[in-house]
């Protein structure tokens, strides 16, 4: 299980500031330290320019460090089931024990 601590206003896990995070209806987290790379993304047929892939911690069904798309987000985003946390609140954000 990860270590979360809020460090001035900031979200460290396992000691690693986290830059952006997102969360959903369904309880899942992703919380973003950085952006690896970008790249045009195919998801349900369209094409995404420029898509974001983070690395991060992702605490879905698992709790796991990897990679996500910033594109597949965005699109559960438009139907209101996944927003953007925002910075002030990212502190206390995720499932903790």
């Known amino acids: 299980m990860a270590h ?5 206003e900031k979200l ?3 000691g690693k ?4 995070g997102w969360e959903s209806f369904n309880g899942f987290y992703w919380f973003g330290v950085e952006v690896d790379h970008t790249q045009d993304s195919v998801i349900e047929g369209r094409v995404f320019k ?3 892939i983070w690395f991060g911690l992702v605490q ?3 709790e796991e460090w990897g990679y996500f798309s910033e594109a597949e987000l965005r699109l559960l985003m438009r139907t209101n089931q996944v927003w953007k946390i925002k ?9 903790r024990n």
């Open 50 to 52: 420029n898509d974001k």
């Open 4 to 8: 979360f601590e809020a460090q001035d």
């Open 87 to 95: 910075q002030r609140d990212l502190p206390y954000a995720g499932r």
């Open 17 to 20: 500031e986290i830059v952006e």
């Open 60 to 62: 879905g069904h698992e």
């Open 12 to 14: 460290l896990i396992d």
